[in-house]
Each structure stands twice: as C-alpha cells, then as structure tokens.
C-alpha cells in the first residue's frame, strides 16, 4: 500500500467479528486470562490496548519503521528516552529547538546527570568538535523550530560514531514529508498532538524505531512509568490519521500561498519559509524532503506591529500550538520559546518581532485578508 492508501486503511481491529469499519475505543484497564499462564495478548492496559496496538501499528508504517509506542503527549515520549541514557552521558542537540525540550534537556535531564551542547548543524565539522567519548544522542530538528533551519540528517549520521543514538524530532513535517529512519535515524519522535492528531483538541506523542532491542528497551519504559496513550485518545488518532495526507497537502498550498504575499508586504521585513531557504538548504531539502511543510515565521517591521496582529487577528487565532485545520499565530519570543534566556533566543533570531504561523486548512483568501486587515 502506498502512503495515503496506509493513512485511510492502516489501522485494523484484530478481535473484528462485526465488521465494524471503526477501531473500537477498548475502554479496558484489565483483560480477562482464559487460563492460568494464559493470555489473549493483552493483560494490563498500561502494557497494551487494543485500540491503542492498531494505532501504534498505523504510525510505525507510516514512518517505514518496525515498531511505534504511543504516548500520552509528545514529552512524554522525549521523557522515555531519557531513561535510555545513564548519569554522565552526553547529549548534543539543535541550537534551535522546540521550547519544551530545552526545558527538559535543561532542567530534568541536568538533574539526572545527563549533559545537553547546542550546535548549528548547518556546520558538520562543529557537530563532531562537540562529540565527546560519552556522546550517547544526537537530537535534530528538521526544519527547526521556529527559524527554519534545515539540517541534513544523512550527513550527521554519517559523522556519527555507531553506538550515537540519532533521534529526529519529525513532528514539523510529518512521514508523509520526510522520513527520518530511511535516512539513517535510530529514533523518530513525534508530537502527535501537532498534525498527526491534527484538530488541536488532544495530546499525543510517538517514537518510532527500527531497532528491536531498542523497541524493547522502550516497552519496558513504557511499562514501567505508564505513559502510554488512553484508548480514546487512540481512537481519536486513528481517525485523525486517516486525513493527514489531505490535511498537508491543503496546509502546505497554502503556507505557500500565505508565505509569497507575506514576502510582498511592507510591513514584513523577512519570511522563514524552507522554499525560501539558501541554496544549500534546498539542495538537501530536495535529497531528504517530498515538501517544505505548513509552518512560516516572518518578521515584522516593529514590535508594535507584532503585538498588534496578534491581537487584531480574527479568523487566525492567537494560540500555542501547531498543525491543526485551524490557522494559529503564535508569539515565539514570549510563547513557545520564553523558557530560553533572552541572549539565547536573540542570538537565535527569535525577538520581538517575530511571529510565527502554522497554516490550517481554510481558504486562503479569508486567511490573507485576514493578515492584511491584522497588519494594516
Ligand atoms: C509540541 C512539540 C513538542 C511537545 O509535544 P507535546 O505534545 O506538546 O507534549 C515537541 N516537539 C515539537 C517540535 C513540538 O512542536
């Protein structure tokens, strides 16, 4: 089956007698054993559920991967592979990244021992100047979030000594964009509550891998802390999921619509689009990617302008979050990446005059006059 074939049919009921078209939300905490030492495959639901088992089957397909886990939240599926890595294990990660995984390499994780190095991986040779004998993950964000830098993952892994887990954060633009284990990732994490859930109404998070022990490594964690995804929250990703090739394709034309009439406005001083990238960007874009996503952050000409549109939008929200059919706003500086010191989000770009947009699926007209209404 190809991609858009596997989103609609992907997920099946293994128990189905009925017909039924729907997986079943198996609202169960506990399964019945038909005898001692016996089992019908599910026991305990913090193990696995019924409904969840299918979604999990779904997304690791998705990806082209051997195994996915699904998880309450997509911190909740960073969560889990810290306890892959031991005290005094190196990590080295995006200088860019999503505001919450900074959070955690930086406070948690430090706690635990666990010491994270921020690089630019537009530059390979600083990449393996950061590699130390106790490296034990390389962390990516590709495009990053929220300057939209793109990093070329074939080419970090092959930097990378073997034993380097190489975790890729897809959730910007999704299997159906780019798929990180074909290029050489051990990992790939999702924040499923972004366009794999893709209505802005639940949290979700995945990891997909390739590696068996490593997909067993991670069922034990699972197991053990209980992270695991809800049974409707499952239900309500399978059904999500079998949209998400149309959900991209619409979000995607118009992010580009939306991202070439932001470039002509006078008030807008410079957009952050991956088709706008340099030359060398788009030449690995065009190796590793099949689009450049629904995701644009633009410059404004003053940061009275910027507070301004966020406060004058009307069909575009002004909320946290991404990749859902309602178009969002977001104000980096102060949202998503307030947790960073001011020096580092500076030095990153990400100021008061930065907003970023993550492209729903409505008309694209009422989204730009929408725009041109919020930054008159
Ligand atoms: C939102 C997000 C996360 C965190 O996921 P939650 O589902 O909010 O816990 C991680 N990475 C990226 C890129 C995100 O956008």
Not at 172 to 198: I, R
Not at 207 to 215: C, F, G, I, Q, S
Not at 239 to 258: C, F, G
Request: hydrophobic share 45%; proline share 5%; charged share 20%.
């Amino acid at each position: 089956m190809n991609f858009d074939s596997i989103c609609v049919h992907g997920a099946k009921d293994p128990n189905n007698k009925t017909g039924a078209l729907a997986v079943p939300i198996y609202q169960s905490a506990t399964f019945a054993h038909p005898g001692v030492g016996q089992s019908t495959g599910y026991d305990y639901a913090r193990v696995q559920n019924p409904t969840r088992e299918p979604l999990e089957r779904l997304v690791a397909a998705l990806e082209g991967g051997r195994e996915a886990l699904a998880f309450a939240s997509g911190m909740a599926s960073l969560d889990a592979f810290m306890y892959l890595l031991k005290k005094n294990d190196h990590i080295i990660a995006s200088d860019d990244l999503y505001g919450g995984t900074v959070r955690l390499f930086d406070s948690l994780a430090l706690r635990a021992g666990l010491e994270t190095t921020y690089v630019d991986y537009s530059d390979l040779t600083a990449l393996e100047k950061t590699l130390r004998p106790t490296t034990q993950m390389v962390f990516v964000e590709t495009p990053t979030n929220p300057m939209m830098k793109v990093a070329d993952i074939a080419a970090i892994r092959a930097v990378l000594p073997k034993k380097v887990l190489l975790v890729v954060d897809n959730t910007f633009l999704t299997p159906y964009f780019q798929k990180p284990l074909a290029l050489g990732a051990d990992l790939v994490l999702h924040s499923g509550t972004k366009y794999l859930a893709g209505h802005n109404d639940t949290l979700a998070g995945f990891l997909v891998v390739n590696d068996p022990e490593l997909a067993e490594k991670l069922r034990f964690i699972t197991k053990t802390v209980g992270t695991g995804l809800a049974p409707f929250d499952s239900f309500l990703l399978i059904r999500s999921l079998k949209t998400l090739a149309l959900r991209l394709e619409k979000s995607q034309a118009n992010a580009i619509k939306v991202a070439n009439w932001l470039s002509q406005n006078p008030k807008v001083s410079k957009v952050y689009y991956p088709a706008f990238a340099d030359p060398k960007s788009l030449e690995i874009q065009k190796k590793q990617t099949t689009g450049f996503g629904a995701m644009i952050s633009f410059l404004v000409t003053t940061e009275e302008t910027a507070i301004k549109a966020l406060e004058k939008v009307k069909l575009i929200l002004y909320a946290e979050s991404l990749g859902g059919v309602e178009t969002l706003i977001t104000y980096p500086y102060l949202q998503t990446h307030a947790d960073l010191p001011v020096e580092r989000r500076l030095a990153l770009g990400i100021n008061e005059r930065l907003l970023r947009l993550s492209l729903g699926v409505e008309d694209p007209n009422d989204l730009i006059q929408d725009l041109e209404q919020a930054l008159a």
